[in-house]
């Protein structure tokens, strides 16, 4: 089982132990392939510990190898909470402080690494695929320094053969493709047993030489940027490979989609992010305020109660936006969305002469068929004559307005002043 397998309420409590008093630190320390960048990163987060143990069990450890980390510092509550997820034949390992207590983990196990040089075999592959693309780099006023300084940084980062890449893309498959974007296409793959995302970088067709260049050096700033954020909303990378005739960055994989699908893509429907959404989190990032609460607004509050303006329509269907502002102390805009998401809108009444009841219209129907077979029985109404013309008054009363549901038929009133 690996470390990132483990359930959210292990990590949680493991955290409730680490965090106070800053004890995750001593973990860390005593972590294989664990950098001074990651714990500054991690420092940054409200929850180190859990930052800590995403970082480490996206390079490939194993819970057995953090049950090992908890017995050389002797946390036994830590060694506790991991006994469930770790074999019984380890249970009652020694809480040794000796270095070798962990095994040493390997991108390549079958690359060769002289046992008295204590460098991390995906360091040596590493600094192979920088001796092997250098020279891509190097322009003619390019000096060595300025190749150093592109590749400054990348040492945390375990280098990949592009004959793994094509092995967890089934050799870049078109059902894999996730997207597309300026410098390439972008392939889902599997990774010591977990989902990632590869980024292919390809050259446009016609490309001269420079362009390749310049395609390059973009992929190694980007792999030295990402090298040095630790964010929760920033994509984790898990490794590069620049070996092969394209290079190819490998990212942590997000099963619900990119960031264009989430605000510009319009078949999200309403859970797409609005344009003034989005400015405002720029004018926010622009000055460095990362905080997820908003900021106390003045005016007329923005939340209002569903059920008390339902309340209110229900009682009245007659009632107004500016009447409901006042009762409900909303803004008018804020209202106008509620009623909107509420499936709500204003329709004209429907005049009838009056409103009867089930006996009145059984009445007016049965002097009605009489009338009726009267003409049949004698044809009176011939001997109907209109002999005179009068002027009469036109009253034309203006209709009101109620709220109803969108296909419904608007309300049956009756017309007042009707003689």
């Known amino acids: 089982m690996y470390v990132f397998e483990l359930p959210p309420k292990v990590v949680y409590e493991l955290g409730d132990v680490l965090d106070g008093g800053n004890l995750w630190e001593e973990i860390a320390q005593l972590m294989p392939d664990i950098k001074t960048i990651d714990i500054e990163g991690c420092r940054r987060t409200e929850k180190p510990t859990e930052s800590l143990l995403r970082v480490w069990g996206s390079k490939g450890y194993k819970v057995l190898d953090l049950f090992k980390v908890f017995g050389r510092c002797q ?5 506790d909470l991991l006994k469930p997820y770790v074999d019984p034949k380890f249970h009652n390992i020694t809480m040794s402080t000796e270095k070798s207590i962990l095994s040493p983990r390997s991108t390549f196990p079958n690359e060769s690494v002289n046992k008295g040089d204590n460098t991390q075999p995906s360091t040596v592959y590493s600094k192979r695929a920088q001796s092997q693309i250098e020279p891509l780099l190097l322009s003619e006023g390019d000096s060595v320094q300025s190749s150093n300084e592109i590749f400054s940084g990348l040492h945390t980062i375990p280098a990949i053969k592009y004959e793994d890449i094509q092995d967890m893309t089934n050799n870049f498959a078109v059902e894999n493709v996730c997207g597309k974007g300026g410098y390439g296409v972008v392939y889902r793959g599997m990774w010591k047993h977990m989902p990632v995302a590869v980024k292919r970088i390809q050259a446009r067709k016609g490309g001269q030489l420079e362009h390749q260049k310049e395609r390059i050096r973009q992929s190694l700033q980007e792999l030295r940027h990402l090298s040095k954020l630790r964010h929760d ?32 893509n319009e078949n999200e429907g309403k859970n797409v992010v609005s344009y003034s959404t989005v400015t405002r989190w720029f004018a926010k990032f622009r000055v460095d305020d990362e905080k997820l609460e908003d900021k106390p607004r003045a005016g007329r509050p923005s939340k209002l109660d569903k059920d008390a303006l339902r309340r209110k329509i229900e009682d009245d269907p007659h009632i107004t936006i500016r009447e409901l502002e006042e009762l409900l102390n909303c803004g008018k805009s804020t209202i106008g969305d509620h009623l909107k998401a ?78």
């Open 75 to 79: 946390f036994v509550r830590c060694v």
């Open 342 to 419: 509420m499936g709500m809108v204003k329709k004209l009444d429907k005049w009838v002469p009056h409103n009867l009841t089930d006996l009145q219209k059984a009445k007016r129907r049965c002097a009605s068929e009489k009338l009726l077979q009267r003409c049949k029985n004698e044809e009176f109404l011939d001997r109907i004559v209109t002999i005179d013309e009068k002027w009469i008054s036109f009253n034309n009363t203006r209709r009101s307005t109620s709220w109803c549901k969108r296909g419904e038929a608007p309300k049956h009133v009756p017309k007042p002043e009707l003689h």
């Open 233 to 264: 909303n920033i994509l984790s990378l898990y490794g590069y490979s620049m070996d092969g005739p394209e290079p190819c960055l490998l990212y942590q994989f997000m099963p619900s989609g990119s960031l264009e699908d989430r605000i510009i």
